[in-house]
Nanobody, 115 residues
C-alpha cells in the first residue's frame, strides 16, 4: 500500500519561509508527476506547482517567483520551498503523486501566514 507523508507546515509571519516535504512509501515504482495543491477555507482547491520525472516545473501565477518545487527521485520525495509568504498563502497544502496510472494523495498540512 502506498502512503504519502507530508511534513513542514506551520505558522509563519508574512515574508517568512517554509519548506514542505512529501515522501512516498510502499509499493511504488517511480513517480511520473508530483503536484502540490492547496485549499483555503471556503475556496476551491488550487494547483500550486507541478514537477515531472524529468524535472520540468510549472507554477500557478500566484506563486511564481516565490515557490520552488523540487524532487528527489531516489527518495520518492517532493519538496515545496515557499518564500516571501503572504497571508493569502494560508491554506491546507496536499501533495499528489501520479504513478503508472494511479493517483496518490498526502493527508494535507496546514500553512498559516499572519500579517
Amino acid at each position: 500500500q502506498v502512503q504519502l507523508v507530508e511534513s513542514g507546515g506551520g505558522s509563519v509571519q508574512a515574508g517568512g519561509s517554509l519548506r514542505l516535504s512529501c515522501a512516498a512509501s510502499g509499493m511504488i515504482f517511480g513517480i511520473d508527476f508530483w503536484y502540490w495543491y492547496r485549499q483555503a477555507q471556503g475556496k476551491q482547491r488550487e494547483l500550486v506547482a507541478t514537477i515531472t520525472s524529468g524535472g520540468t516545473t510549472n507554477y500557478a501565477d500566484s506563486v511564481k517567483g516565490r515557490f520552488t518545487i523540487s524532487r528527489d527521485n531516489a527518495k520518492n520525495t517532493v519538496y515545496l520551498q515557499m518564500n516571501s509568504l503572504k497571508p493569502e498563502d494560508t491554506a491546507v497544502y496536499r501533495c499528489n503523486a501520479y504513478s503508472a496510472g494511479n493517483d496518490y494523495w498526502g493527508q494535507g498540512t496546514q500553512v498559516t501566514v499572519s500579517s
